[in-house]
C-alpha cells in the first residue's frame, strides 16, 4: 500500500466516488432543508465570532480579578517583607 492510500484508508478512485456519492447525499439533504452552503458559512463565522468574544470578556474580567486582588495582597506582602526583614536585622 503506498503512502496516499495509506493517507486516504483506500485507493484514491474508491476515496473519490465515496466523496462524490456523499456529497451528492448532503447535498441534497441540504436543499431540501432549504439551507445553503454560504448559510452554514455565516453560522459557523457568527459562532466562532462569539467565543472570541467570550474569550476576551474573560480575560477582560480575569485581569479586573487580578487588579482587585492585588490591591489587597501586594500591600499585605511588602509589609510582611518588610517586618520580617526588620525582625533579622534586630537579632
Aim: aromatic share 18%; proline share 3%; net charge positive.
Amino acid at each position: 500500500m503506498n503512502r496516499l492510500s495509506q493517507f486516504l484508508g483506500d485507493s484514491p478512485i474508491r476515496v473519490f466516488f465515496r466523496l462524490l456519492v456523499l456529497s451528492f447525499v448532503v447535498g441534497l439533504v441540504l436543499a431540501t432543508l432549504n439551507i445553503h452552503p454560504v448559510q452554514l458559512y455565516y453560522w459557523a463565522e457568527r459562532i466562532v465570532w462569539r467565543i472570541w468574544n467570550m474569550g476576551f470578556a474573560f480575560f477582560d474580567q480575569a485581569l479586573t480579578y487580578l487588579a482587585m486582588g492585588a490591591v489587597v495582597v501586594v500591600p499585605i506582602f511588602v509589609l510582611m517583607r518588610l517586618f520580617r526583614f526588620g525582625s533579622r536585622r534586630a537579632d
